[in-house]
């Protein structure tokens, strides 16, 4: 079975709704925390508020920088340019863009990028 980039437009557009749902809930479920304005307000909850909110900020952090490269990827794909590495300008393997719908650089390219972060460090 071959995923063509339609396939992976479809899988995008999926992509992008599911985690803006998920930065909705995390919005919603922040309200809750910090205003203290919430309809509901469970004691038991308490405890846990301070410890969930940091892993909240990361993890929202994340979806929100996630939501960012998928955006990118469906803008992508509208002009074009869509599975097109932007380092090297070659076809990103089809495989890799199934693993990764929104990654911008071919396996090489990311690859050498990761390698010079390593030596830069
Ligand atoms: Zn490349």
Redesign the pocket.
């Known amino acids: 079975m071959v995923t063509t980039k339609d396939e992976l437009f479809s899988e995008l557009l999926a992509l992008q709704a599911e985690i803006s749902s998920h930065l909705a809930d995390m919005d919603a479920s922040d309200d809750l925390t910090e205003g203290g304005t919430g309809y509901t307000n469970h004691p038991a909850d308490d405890g846990t508020a301070v410890h969930d909110q940091q892993i909240n900020h990361s993890t929202y952090q994340a979806a929100q920088e996630r939501l960012r490269d998928v955006r990118d990827a469906l803008a992508r794909y509208e002009a074009g340019t869509y599975g097109i ?6 076809e ?1 393997d089809i495989a890799r863009l199934e693993a990764i719908p929104y990654t911008r ?2 396996l ?3 690859e050498q990028r990761e390698y010079n972060a390593g030596m830069a460090q």
């Not at 590495?85 to 070659?90: S, V």
């Open positions: 590495c932007e380092n090297c300008g070659r990103i650089l071919c090489r390219c990311a």
